[in-house]
């Protein structure tokens, strides 16, 4: 049995913490990424860790836009580590692979949410992501050029971000113990040694994060 758990409990410091209900290309942002993932045939049910006294918002959500893949509903935690672990606790203990999906990244075709899949059914973690292309400079005071660094070396991760469930919950578990933050969930997989297999994103996959995001983003949707 195949999981997603769709991470709607941040703050959304550099754009507002309502980003998720901005309506672009006909509906709120996070109504777009619950649908990519209510319509992949490889999920067989999604936990929602949102924000506390916006559950009856989620719940509203749903009836308005007819998903009708079996959900759950969980309030988040203090930081991101702790939203994901209210997720995997809410976890059918038949779910044998979970994808973690930041709600605010709508683009997420079916075929990437089932290549994640299938690779963290083959390695026991995956994640989304592109190599980069532009040239990296690495800057100490942010005014002047510290190094060039080797871009072929290079990935930037997305979401989803993809596990055995047993792998994940180990990862996080041992981060929680050593007092370790982590923004990222393959980060806690590095703590314990966990291979992380990339899988290259054929389609642009942003995140809304700031305001210039939203057009370019509109476009993909529509384009869909």
Not at 151 to 165: C, D, G, N
């Amino acid at each position: 049995m195949n999981a997603a758990i769709l991470v709607a409990a941040g703050k959304g410091v550099r754009m507002g913490a309502e980003k998720l209900w901005i309506e672009i290309a006909g509906r709120p942002v996070v109504a777009h990424t619950w649908k990519n993932f209510n319509d992949a045939k490889c999920v067989d049910e999604i936990i929602l860790v949102v924000r506390a006294g916006t559950q009856e918002k989620f719940s509203e959500l749903a009836a308005i836009f007819h998903f009708q893949k079996s959900f759950r509903i969980v309030v988040g935690g203090a930081e991101r580590q702790d939203s994901v672990w209210n997720g995997l606790e809410a976890l059918s203990p038949k779910t044998e692979i979970v994808a973690i999906q930041d709600a605010a990244r709508p683009c997420t075709t079916e075929e990437l949410i089932a290549a994640t899949i299938e690779a963290a059914r083959e390695t026991g973690a995956a994640v989304a992501a592109q190599q980069f292309t532009d040239t990296v400079k690495e800057s100490a005071d942010g005014k002047t050029i510290l190094r060039t660094h080797d871009r072929s070396k290079l990935w930037s991760v997305q979401t989803p971000q993809t596990f055995r469930v047993e792998i994940i919950r180990r990862a996080i578990s041992a981060a929680r113990q050593k007092k370790i933050i982590y923004t990222d969930d393959t980060a806690a997989c590095e703590l314990i040694g966990q291979p992380v297999q990339l899988v290259p994103s054929a389609t642009p996959n942003p995140k809304v994060t700031v305001p210039g995001d939203l057009p370019f983003i509109e476009a993909l949707l529509k384009s869909f």
